[in-house]
Antibody, heavy 120, light 110 residues
Framework: QEQLVESGGGVVQPGRSLRLSCVAS????????MHWVRQAPGKGLEWVAV????????FYADSVKGRFTISRDNSNNTLYLEMNNLRTEDTAVYYC?????????????WGQGTLVTVSS | QSVLTQPPSASGTPGQRVTISCSGT????????VTWYQQVSTTTPKVLIY???KRPSGVPDRFSGSKSGTSASLAVSGLQPEDEAVYYC???????????FGGGTKLTVL
């Protein structure tokens, strides 16, 4: 069974940092690009970042560029999102998702999400 | 402000056919394929349609997708109460090197 499980969310003050993790199981992790997507409370989906299967390329949404860093450890089937200089507008549920190339870049599956709340 | 444009809401009665539109640009829908996601209540988004009109196994054939130029649409025929959800369109954007999403359409079954 393909599964992604995020962790690391919590309440943090503006300007502080947080690191999210996403552990994959039932997936050949090293064969797929991986994404982070977020969803603010009551809002729609917003893509955050992508990393290529071998980690060679990374791309970010303009809203997080320079503050967030995506990385991966293929030996441990784990995806990370390092978030620095957090802002209140970064408050959201953060999902990790596999880039399923067989589905033309559709994101499948998604993790259950981890909530990040940025508040003083 | 989402990159792809969807109507915020749609509705229909059981058994009816409903369509949801999605409008983009040449750097996303105009060049790449469209995916539709279904998010029921607070659950995780699920792929409903990929590559414009393909359904993953397990998705009922009541759901269908199409694309023309820089626009796409999702059709739900034989509407059922369990179809009540928020539907998002998405497409890879060559400028961003990542996917862009529509704002979501909340489908209500009356």
């Amino acid at each position: 069974q393909e599964q992604l499980v995020e962790s690391g969310g919590g309440v943090v003050q503006p300007g502080r940092s947080l690191r999210l993790s996403c552990v994959a199981s039932g997936i050949t992790f090293s064969a797929y690009g991986m994404h982070w997507v977020r969803q603010a409370p009551g809002k729609g989906l917003e893509w955050v970042a992508v990393i290529w299967d071998d980690g060679s390329k990374k791309f970010y949404a303009d809203s997080v560029k320079g503050r967030f860093t995506i990385s991966r450890d293929n030996s441990n089937n784990t995806l990370y999102l390092e978030m620095n200089n957090l802002r209140t507008e970064d408050t959201a549920v953060y999902y990790c998702a596999r880039d399923k190339w067989e589905y033309d870049h559709a994101l499948d599956p998604w993790g259950q999400g981890t909530l990040v709340t940025v508040s003083s | 402000q989402s990159v792809l444009t969807q109507p915020p809401s749609a509705s229909g009665t059981p058994g009816q056919r409903v369509t949801i539109s999605c409008s983009g640009t040449t750097s996303n829908i105009g060049t790449n394929t469209v995916t539709w996601y279904q998010q029921v209540s607070t659950t995780t988004p699920k792929v409903l349609i990929y590559t414009n009109n393909k359904r993953p196994s397990g998705v009922p054939d009541r759901f269908s997708g199409s694309k023309s130029g820089t626009s796409a649409s999702l059709a739900v025929s034989g509407l059922q109460p369990e179809d009540e959800a928020v539907y998002y369109c998405a497409a890879w954007d060559d400028s961003l090197h990542g996917p862009v999403f529509g704002g979501g359409t909340k489908l209500t079954v009356l």
